[in-house]
């Protein structure tokens, strides 16, 4: 046999015994490391990915906005004038601030904003229609335009084994770490964080998670709190030594296509400290 044909011969063996592990639906304990690298296959459903990972009509709006670095204070005040004039309207429009954070690490000159709307999508058009017909919160926006660079907005569901993000006394730091996953993996995600979660649980630094809706899609944000960057290193090492955080991370890695962290610091005006 020739050198080109052993090649050739090589590649399709590697490439058949590839298709075998990753049509499993499954991972035994005999599997490899080979197979852990491999993204499992889910069934078709009929079910949307939202009905099956979030078990309430709830939507989160998580707002970020690049401020100019000259402006940060100014901002600040008119964004707790906009968090007043919400909270004025709570109970018409089910909308309340969960955390409002700037980023100490990570993006700088970034503040991020987590709001819930009780109500789903009918409370959040209520509330676009009052936005823009109140002369005092358009005020409000036009002056925080001259604030900021730019700005993002995602819609949110909860993941329903995570925690529902309730506030907590002071004083704490917060990461999210923001993960963009490969289409057609939320599932999978889900699966092994459901699982995931429960090793670190204990160390009650899980805050809340959350999957896109509606902008950049197949994004997930999980939050943690810890009391400093100190605790949070000693709560991530203590993890690594429970049995099974490993196989999590082996598992989830393979479906990630980007990630990164940011670490927060609560606003005077947010509801979670």
């Not at 939050?223 to 290193?233: D, E, P």
């Amino acid at each position: 046999m020739s050198s080109l044909n052993r090649i050739l011969f090589s590649c399709k063996s590697i490439s058949n015994n590839a298709r075998v592990f990753s049509t499993s639906t499954r991972l035994n304990a005999d599997d490899g490391w080979f197979s852990k690298l491999l993204v499992r296959r889910i069934e078709p459903t009929k079910e949307s990915h939202s009905r099956m990972l979030s078990d309430k009509e709830i939507i989160y709006a998580l707002q970020t906005h690049n401020i100019r670095p000259d402006s940060m204070d100014r901002y600040l005040q008119n964004y707790k004038q906009a968090v007043d004039f919400i909270h004025s309207h709570k109970e018409d429009i089910g909308c309340e601030l969960v955390g409002s954070w700037t980023v100490s690490v990570g993006d700088m000159d970034q503040a991020l904003h987590l709001w819930r709307y009780v109500g789903g999508f009918e409370k959040i058009d209520k509330a676009k229609i009052l936005f823009k017909q109140d002369p005092d919160y358009s005020s409000l926006e036009k002056e925080r335009g001259t604030l900021v660079r730019s700005r993002h907005l995602q819609y949110l569901l909860a993941f329903s084994f995570w925690p529902n993000g309730e506030p907590r006394e002071p004083n704490n730091i917060y990461e999210i770490r923001s993960y963009s996953l490969k289409p057609g993996t939320m599932i999978e995600w889900g699966n092994n964080w459901a699982r995931g979660l429960t090793y670190r649980r204990s160390q009650n630094e899980a805050f809340a998670g959350y999957f896109s809706q509606i902008g950049r899609l197949y994004n997930v944000h999980h939050i943690w709190c810890y009391k400093n960057l100190q605790a949070r290193r000693e709560t991530r090492e203590s993890t690594w030594r429970n049995p099974g955080w490993d196989e999590c991370v082996a598992y989830t890695v393979p479906l990630i296509r980007e990630m990164h962290c940011r670490i927060l610091e609560p606003t005077v005006f947010s509801p979670t400290q």
